[in-house]
Structures are given as C-alpha cells and as structure tokens.
C-alpha cells in the first residue's frame, strides 16, 4: 500500500496576520520566515494527529484489489474522486463509481463494495495498480464573497501551531539545525492534539 500527496494546500490555516499578531510582530522584514514556520508548524501538527486540515488531494494505492471495505488515511474527508486500477500493460481505467460507496461518518473514512459490484479480472500492473484519489480536510465555507479555508479548522490546532509558531521564531537556530522541541512545549502541543489523533496501525 502506498499513500502520496498530488495536490497540497493552496492557503494555511493561519494567516501571516494572525501568526504575525501572536508573535507581536510588526514590521515586514520576516514575513517570509514566517510563513515557512506557518507551513512547517501545519506539517508537524497533521503528521501528528495524522490528519489534513486544509482542502488537498491524496493516492492510495495497492498493488492487487484490497479487502473491502478499506480505510483512507488523512481523515476528514471531503470526497472520492475516482478509483482507477492498472493493467499489466499500463493501461489507466477508471472504475464506475456505482460499485463501490462511502462511509465519511466513521473516524476513518471507508470504501466498501456496494450491493451490485464488479471487480474487473484483468491481468494488473505489478505495483499500484489499484489507485484511489481522494480530497480531504476540513470543509470550507463558501458563503460570502469569497471562500474561507479556516473556519471549520478546530481552534485547539491552531492554538497548537502558534506554540510552535512561537518557539521556532524565537529560537532561531533550533529552526535551522531542526533541533527538537523542548519537552513542556511538546507536551502542550500534542495535550492540545492527542484527542482527535488517528493513531496509525
């Protein structure tokens, strides 16, 4: 089974104005520092919880047809986009989406078969043949003028972030030698993750 990113976040789930506000910072000249600690204090807290907070796309892949139904990692879950598989001559075919459904209630999304399904008998590709692409992250509001990303992100991971926001701009070298992060902070950034945490099997 394999797991790879096709399309990353297009927007953080902090703005460079609130980082900039918790840091009590005002002037321009380490905008760009900032938002690298933005995008690097997001990685850290979804490779935690396991999670995906703002709207991107992920491949599943197998190498054979999996034991339904199966999970899909980087919960919540926006949507399936298609599920293809691979024959031994390269060959890309899109399955129907009528033979298989979606279970975006339990903690981790599932795929299971649906009461009318046809698994395709062709000869597959050795590796990876079976490819699911699938959006995840939490839902944007697209009610006013123009699409906010954030709102639905819960508050105690962006409270999470900012700790680390916070000691990654104040001590500078730890951030460039990726240094560990002091014991106390660590354990307030994962107290402030560990309850909606996937923990990986």
């Known amino acids: 089974m394999g797991l790879k990113l096709v399309t990353p976040p297009s927007v953080e789930p902090i703005?460079?104005?609130e980082?900039?506000?918790?840091?009590?910072?005002?002037?321009?000249?380490?905008?760009?520092?900032?938002?690298?600690?933005?995008?690097?204090?997001?990685?850290?807290?979804?490779?935690?919880?396991?999670?995906?907070?703002?709207?991107?796309?992920?491949?599943?892949?197998?190498?054979?047809?999996?034991?339904?139904?199966?999970?899909?990692?980087?919960?919540?879950?926006i949507g399936v986009e298609k599920i293809e598989y691979k024959d031994d001559e390269g060959n890309v075919t899109e399955w129907d989406?009528?033979?298989?459904?979606?279970?975006?209630?339990?903690?981790?999304p599932r795929v299971a078969l649906a009461d009318d399904y046809t698994i395709p008998n062709d000869n597959l590709y050795p590796v990876s043949a079976i490819q699911v692409t699938y959006e995840v992250g939490y839902e944007p509001d697209d009610s006013g003028e123009s699409i906010d990303y954030t709102v639905n992100i819960p508050e105690k991971v962006k409270a999470a972030m900012k700790l680390l926001i916070g000691h990654w701009h104040k001590h500078r070298e730890a951030v460039e030698t990726q240094g560990s992060?002091?014991?106390?902070?660590?354990?307030?950034?994962?107290?402030?993750?560990?309850?909606?945490?996937?923990?990986?099997?």
């Not at 905008?31 to 204090?41: K, Q, V």
């Not at 992060?181 to 099997?201: E, F, G």
């Open 15 to 17: 703005t460079l104005s």
């Open 181 to 201: 992060i002091p014991k106390p902070l660590k354990l307030a950034v994962h107290a402030l993750l560990m309850q909606d945490r996937v923990v990986p099997l």
């Open 97 to 108: 989406d009528d033979n298989y459904v979606v279970d975006e209630y339990s903690f981790l």
């Open 19 to 77: 980082a900039k506000l918790h840091l009590r910072v005002i002037q321009d000249n380490e905008d760009a520092l900032i938002e690298s600690l933005i995008t690097a204090a997001r990685e850290y807290c979804e490779d935690f919880q396991n999670r995906a907070y703002v709207e991107q796309t992920w491949k599943l892949t197998f190498d054979e047809w999996p034991e339904f139904p199966f999970e899909l990692p980087k919960p919540p879950l």
